[in-house]
């Protein structure tokens, strides 16, 4: 199993959705979202690119923010003409990484034009209040604490599946997902919000064995390897015992959804 | 041939309670198993077999790093540990995951014979948890072989 160089990735084909700006994309259908996942470590980038590969997406799993910002075509001043090609709907990283943090990535990632509309989850094993705050501060979608697990993917994964829907459906409100943006709602809550478990609330993704595993048992999932350099950023100064939840934010949070800025709803 | 299915069904049941029991194993590590599925028949042992490959290499990172008597980058063997606490944590080892939270303690309080304890201890803890799981692999290809299907433990 090569477990350096390259990019675990969609073949060109599937790259080729032609998102041009305006033009209204044919609508999602189950597998065609695509999740950049950066993580340094390697057992976590398999485990969760089997997660969010039940889940119906389709994966690029990196090894660092370098790499991430390479793969988004951030890593330069020049505008890659690739860009249009390149859709990616969400991007979930560790927040401890060598290099450059998880948290350095979510700012690049919303500094940019390109992709400040991605959302980015960030991943942590430390339960860092303070830290939980910047990165919401700065734009992240959600917080989730290591090790992630399969209820926190299909949560995840069917938020974006709405969201992705709002912003393709061309100012055509759904019903059942139409928010209000002057909402009374009381400010966000506290990340430390128990959600039930959101199982059946996820859509009916169909975990076909051959789409959610197209390579044989020993995936081949090549990763970019950078050298690991020394520790990273670790400023645990509020480390709360580790709450027994690992997923901070509620299950349904218009307010949050805002952050997203679907066109429409702005 | 029933008779022997059934008998290393419930030797198998029993071993991964015990693995559960005497604290080997947690939670996450049946969370992993839930993500296996008849595509993916093999995904936990390849996620053990990198977490395996993960200890060596990080153990020996950090045997290193305390073998500069006098110079011991702790900031360095911290580094690691913490790499090895998440991986642990992300496959359900348990004890390994204990040890490496005391671990990283140490190195902060810059023991250095407490750090080549622990390390020791490290060491011992992630040799026996894969000697534990390569019985478990074992009994459950035999399982198979005998024609019966490898049952699902309930934990709880």
Redesign the interface.
Known sequence: MARDGGVSCLRSSETMRVGIGGMESPPLDLDDVHVLAVDDSLVDRIVIERLLRITSCKVTAVDSGWRALEFLGLDNEKASAELDRLKVDLIITDYCMPGMTGYELLKKIKESSSFRQVPVVIMSSENVLTRIDRCLEEGAEDFLLKPVKLADVKRLRSSLTRDVKLSNANKRKLPEDSVPVNTSLPPPPSPFTISPDSSDSSPPSTISPESSDSSPPLSPVEIFSSPLSSLLDDEDDDVLPSSPESSPAPEESPVRRQKMGSPGLD | MDAHVAQLQMQYRNYILSLYQQGFLDD?FT??K??Q???????VA??LS??FD?CVKLVGNMARALDQTGTVDF??V??NV??L???S????AKRVKGLCINFKELCEAKNYEGCVRCLQQVDVEYKTLKAKLQDMFNLEKQIVQAGGIVPQVDIN
């Not at chain 2, 599925?37 to 995904?43: R, V």
């Open positions: 996450q969370e992993l839930s993500l599925d008849d595509g993916s028949p093999d995904f390849e996620v990198l977490f993960d900031c360095q911290g580094a913490h790499q606490k998440g991986s944590s992300s496959v359900g």
